[in-house]
């Protein structure tokens, strides 16, 4: 079902006169993160709903009457932290493979994988996660040959940082029949060396050639994993995630954990588009909201293009760093408009992956002919990179959210410049041009891309420099957010972006009772105390999701 509370009558439950109900909890002794500033306030959750914000000097009834007092003890209460745009089981199933990320060399990383294999049953797979060529000396994309050396005798499979490209083993290679003689299939391509015989690397779609033949993961598996996700981005403050493409065995795991009251944080589930027997039967239900609002079906996932890294973002002009490759169409514009069309007639939001600006134009072309401008079905575009000047403007015109990811900017800003070239450059992750010309934002992390930790995401968001530190001021400093902006890109803007902003993405009386509580406050003094804030709490529904130092 689905629960909008007109915010009229929210100010009808705002304190003093009123006198002091029950409460389930009572938040006391914190500095409370409201729409209009920071207040001393105590908070009293029933039911998995703000009841009331109490000034200080009203609290003592308030004390006396709750079944339970948290002592924040000076701590900052935020409304809960959303991850604008996740993948949720990805996440779960890379907790669970071997760590790629921030390797130093290819040799490294056929040591970790080596190390790993050794640990597996004779035979299983050898799943890894978070490789990217950028970061090694030789920055060429690898071949399996020293992969293939040290582990000879079971299939391994390392995914790209960008989820875009793998590289495969011998064994592996030969378990999904690729050879010399196979063809690149269609949105995708089968990288191979100066005799042609395959390196390993498949990008896009040609990675389905082996995707295919992995063993399917179980329930059991696609459980385990939500629960190992939901409880990781809890501990990183996050109470909700959209998780940005979600499979018709994944859903049904989310149903039943949901029905079971076990869901860690709430899930707003954009479908996988690809899949047409999931959007018939979803389509036929109609948007759903679950009663406790911990799971909501309402939007559908869709691709237009690929990655920048792999080079499968689909450009307008050829790569500046490869002038043979202009990017790929992953999805024919038939197949976007037909899906958007029967999203649209079932009331479904649609979110299109566009990364490239050719991807951007051409998804921007089909909402406008499907949609028209304004369109309350609150369209996004997922990632929305690189944006031609003409097309900035068209975001507010059709109504269009750009649902953005900062730590992609801050990962990409090495090496996008040489992708783009000088012209283009500055197109690139252009939130403040979004912003000044009425666009909505949200923000995210694309985990398990980047990190899911959203002090990562605000960071990049207002400086545009890698926390480690480089030269100021931050890459094309003009387009970053401010602090309270890019406070609001993870909780207000993404509650509008998912159609909660009528129950939760603040902090007020009636609200869902989601909170993030840190140790200092997020939106002052050097951008520096964002990555130093610790998070203490979060609670999700009024119940605790994550403690610090806590045995949950
Ligand atoms: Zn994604």
Same mark, same amino acid.
């Given at each position: 079902?689905?629960?909008?509370?007109?915010?009229?009558?929210?100010?009808?439950?705002?304190?003093?006169?009123?006198?002091?109900?029950?409460?389930?909890?009572?938040?006391?002794?914190?500095?409370?993160?409201?729409?209009?500033?920071?207040?001393?306030?105590?908070?009293?959750?029933?039911?998995?709903?703000?009841? @009331?914000? +109490? =000034?200080?000097?009203? /609290?003592?009834?308030? *004390?006396?009457?709750?079944?339970? !007092?948290?002592?924040? $003890?000076? %701590?900052?209460?935020?409304?809960?932290?959303?991850?604008?745009?996740?993948?949720?089981?990805?996440?779960?199933?890379?907790?669970?493979?071997?760590?790629?990320?921030?390797?130093?060399?290819?040799?490294?990383?056929?040591?970790?994988?080596?190390?790993?294999?050794?640990?597996?049953?004779?035979?299983?797979?050898?799943?890894?996660?978070?490789?990217?060529?950028?970061?090694?000396?030789?920055?060429?994309?690898?071949?399996?040959?020293?992969?293939? @050396?040290? +582990? =000879?005798?079971?299939? /391994?499979?390392?995914? *790209?940082?960008?989820?875009?490209? !793998?590289?495969?083993? $011998?064994? %592996?290679?030969?378990?999904?029949?690729?050879?010399?003689?196979?063809?690149?299939?269609?949105?995708?391509?089968?990288?191979?060396?100066?005799?042609?015989?395959?390196?390993?690397?498949?990008?896009?779609?040609?990675?389905?050639?082996?995707?295919?033949?992995?063993?399917?993961?179980?329930?059991?598996?696609?459980?385990?994993?939500?629960?190992?996700?939901?409880?990781?981005?809890?501990?990183?403050?996050?109470?909700?995630?959209?998780?940005?493409?979600?499979?018709?065995?994944?859903?049904?795991?989310?149903?039943?954990?949901?029905?079971?009251?076990?869901?860690?944080?709430?899930?707003? %589930?954009?479908?996988?588009?690809?899949?047409?027997?999931?959007?018939?039967?979803?389509?036929?239900?109609?948007?759903?909201?679950?009663?406790?609002?911990?799971?909501?079906?309402?939007?559908?996932?869709?691709?237009?293009?690929?990655?920048?890294?792999?080079?499968?973002?689909?450009?307008?002009?050829?790569?500046?760093?490869?002038?043979?490759?202009?990017?790929?169409?992953?999805?024919?514009?038939?197949?976007?408009?037909?899906?958007?069309?029967?999203?649209?007639?079932?009331?479904?939001?649609?979110?299109?992956?566009?990364?490239?600006?050719?991807?951007?134009?051409?998804?921007?072309?089909?909402?406008?002919?499907?949609?028209?401008?304004?369109?309350?079905?609150?369209?996004?575009?997922?990632?929305?990179?690189?944006?031609?000047?003409?097309?900035?403007?068209?975001?507010?015109?059709?109504?269009?959210?750009?649902?953005?990811?900062?730590?992609?900017?801050?990962?990409?800003?090495?090496?996008?410049?040489?992708?783009?070239?000088?012209?283009?450059?500055?197109?690139?992750?252009?939130?403040?041009?979004?912003?000044?010309?009425?666009?909505?934002?949200?923000?995210?992390?694309?985990?398990?891309?980047?990190?899911?930790?959203?002090?990562?995401?605000?960071?990049?968001?207002?400086?545009?420099?890698?926390?480690?530190?480089?030269?100021?001021?931050?890459?094309?400093?003009?387009?970053?957010?401010?602090?309270?902006?890019?406070?609001?890109?993870?909780?207000?803007?993404?509650?509008?972006?998912?159609?909660?902003?009528?129950?939760?993405?603040?902090?007020?009386?009636?609200?869902?009772?989601?909170?993030?509580?840190?140790?200092?406050?997020?939106?002052?003094?050097?951008?520096?105390?964002?990555?130093?804030?610790?998070?203490?709490?979060?609670?999700?529904?009024?119940?605790?999701?994550?403690?610090?130092?806590?045995?949950?």
């Amino acid at each position: 079902m689905l629960r909008l509370l007109p915010l009229l009558l929210l100010a009808t439950a705002i304190t003093s006169a009123v006198a002091a109900p029950r409460c389930d909890r009572l938040l006391v002794g914190g500095t409370v993160h409201l729409p209009d500033g920071p207040q001393r306030l105590e908070v009293a959750v029933a039911e998995g709903r703000i009841v @009331a914000l +109490v =000034p200080p000097s009203e /609290a003592k009834a308030w *004390r006396a009457a709750a079944a339970e !007092v948290v002592e924040l $003890a000076g %701590a900052h209460v935020y409304p809960g932290l959303t991850e604008g745009h996740g993948h949720f089981v990805g996440y779960g199933a890379a907790l669970e493979q071997v760590d790629l990320v921030g390797t130093a060399s290819f040799a490294e990383i056929v040591t970790r994988v080596k190390a790993a294999a050794n640990t597996l049953p004779a035979g299983s797979w050898v799943l890894g996660r978070g490789w990217d060529q950028n970061d090694w000396p030789d920055k060429a994309l690898p071949a399996h040959a020293a992969l293939t @050396a040290a +582990v =000879p005798d079971r299939p /391994a499979l390392l995914r *790209r940082v960008d989820g875009h490209a !793998v590289l495969l083993n $011998a064994r %592996a290679l030969a378990e999904a029949g690729i050879t010399v003689a196979s063809p690149d299939p269609a949105g995708g391509r089968i990288l191979r060396d100066a005799s042609g015989a395959p390196t390993g690397v498949l990008v896009d779609a040609a990675a389905d050639l082996v995707e295919r033949i992995l063993p399917r993961p179980t329930a059991a598996d696609i459980e385990r994993r939500v629960l190992l996700a939901g409880r990781t981005l809890a501990s990183f403050g996050l109470t909700s995630i959209h998780d940005a493409g979600t499979s018709r065995a994944e859903l049904t795991v989310l149903r039943g954990l949901e029905r079971d009251g076990r869901l860690p944080v709430r899930v707003y %589930a954009i479908l996988d588009g690809g899949d047409d027997e999931l959007l018939a039967a979803e389509f036929g239900n109609g948007p759903w909201l679950s009663r406790g609002g911990m799971l909501a079906v309402r939007a559908v996932k869709l691709y237009a293009d690929g990655a920048l890294g792999s080079r499968g973002a689909a450009l307008s002009a050829p790569y500046s760093d490869e002038p043979g490759s202009r990017g790929l169409d992953v999805t024919t514009s038939a197949r976007l408009a037909d899906v958007i069309r029967r999203a649209a007639k079932a009331g479904f939001q649609p979110c299109v992956h566009a990364i490239g600006d050719a991807a951007v134009t051409r998804t921007l072309d089909i909402y406008e002919q499907v949609l028209g401008a304004g369109s309350t079905l609150r369209p996004r575009i997922e990632h929305a990179q690189i944006v031609r000047p003409e097309d900035v403007p068209r975001f507010a015109k059709l109504g269009v959210i750009a649902a953005v990811q900062p730590t992609h900017c801050t990962s990409d800003m090495p090496w996008a410049p040489r992708r783009l070239g000088a012209e283009r450059t500055p197109w690139a992750y252009r939130w403040r041009s979004l912003l000044a010309a009425g666009a909505r934002l949200e923000l995210g992390s694309d985990v398990p891309v980047e990190s899911p930790d959203p002090r990562l995401g605000m960071w990049a968001a207002v400086t545009r420099r890698p926390p480690e530190g480089t030269a100021e001021p931050g890459w094309n400093l003009p387009e970053a957010l401010t602090r309270a902006e890019a406070i609001a890109g993870f909780t207000a803007w993404p509650a509008y972006a998912a159609f909660e902003e009528g129950w939760r993405g603040a902090i007020a009386p009636a609200l869902a009772a989601d909170f993030t509580i840190v140790d200092r406050s997020l939106g002052d003094g050097d951008p520096a105390t964002i990555l130093q804030a610790r998070v203490l709490r979060t609670i999700v529904a009024g119940r605790d999701a994550f403690v610090a130092g806590g045995t949950r």
